[in-house]
């Protein structure tokens, strides 16, 4: 089956940092996205993961093991405008195949305070 | 301008009416697809075209239907809508060539069903 796991809310401080969790089983996995959504609003594309390793964009990292089926969210020097759910998705099937499917996580809420 | 666009972006219908939620985007991508999002449950997809003669069920397609007019063009439609059909629902689009693949999602539009 296909499943992907993240916290349902998360606090942290204006100024911190935070980590974001996600876990995966999926049938085949071609690439691990992270998406921003303020509320009401659409998600925002933030990063793609689709080796293993750290990918790096300013305040926001992410990393992916694809042999535990874990990724994390790193959010540094956190301001207000942080607040929002952020989802994580897998594109699933195989590796170069022409099929573009996203299977979303139920998203992490994030509350930021200052 | 909006690169993705989504008509209406709020309906307040009764059970068993017809309603088509319209999306239209100028990033030239081949690649478009609806969402619905509930609380709770996060995204959902529901169909998906990869090109004007490819229409593919998504995990919920079933109480929908899509047209794809025109490349730019993907209309969602409820032929008799009931409430379990309210939700918040997201066109998206991407294109193949491009690195992640990322999907770009319009604003929204909010249905409900009385």
């Known amino acids: 089956g296909q499943n992907i796991d993240q916290p349902t809310e998360m606090t942290a401080t204006e100024g911190a940092i935070v980590q974001i969790n996600c876990t995966y089983q999926?049938?085949?996995?071609?690439?691990l996205f992270w998406y921003q959504q303020h509320a009401g609003e659409a998600p925002t594309f933030l990063s793609y993961?689709?080796?293993?390793g750290l990918e790096e964009k300013g305040r926001f990292s992410s990393f992916l093991s694809r042999s535990k089926g874990y990724s994390y969210l790193l959010l540094k020097e956190l301001q207000m405008k942080d607040s929002a759910s952020y989802l994580c998705?897998?594109?699933?099937?195989?590796?170069?195949?022409?099929?573009?499917?996203?299977?979303f996580g139920t998203g992490t809420l994030l509350a930021v305070q200052p | 301008d909006a690169d993705v666009t989504q008509t209406p972006r709020n309906r307040i219908t009764k059970t068993g009416k017809r309603i088509m939620l319209e999306c239209s985007q100028t990033?030239?991508?081949?690649?478009m697809y609806w969402y619905r999002q509930d609380p709770g449950l996060g995204l959902r997809l529901i169909y998906y075209?990869?090109?004007?003669?490819?229409?593919n069920k998504g995990e919920i397609s079933d109480g929908y239907s899509v047209s794809r007019q025109a490349q730019a063009k993907f209309s969602l439609s409820l032929e008799s809508a009931i409430p379990n059909q309210t939700a918040l629902y997201f066109c998206?689009?991407?294109?193949?060539?491009?690195?992640?693949?990322?999907?770009?999602f319009g604003p929204g539009t909010r249905l409900t069903v009385l």
């Open positions: 993961n689709v080796l293993d």
């Open positions: 990033k030239g991508h081949d690649r």
């Open positions: 999926t049938s085949g996995f071609n690439g």
């Open positions: 998705a897998v594109r699933s099937g195989p590796y170069g195949g022409a099929t573009n499917k996203l299977i």
């Open positions: 075209s990869f090109d004007v003669k490819d229409i």
């Open positions: 998206a689009t991407s294109d193949w060539v491009d690195r992640g693949h990322e999907q770009f």
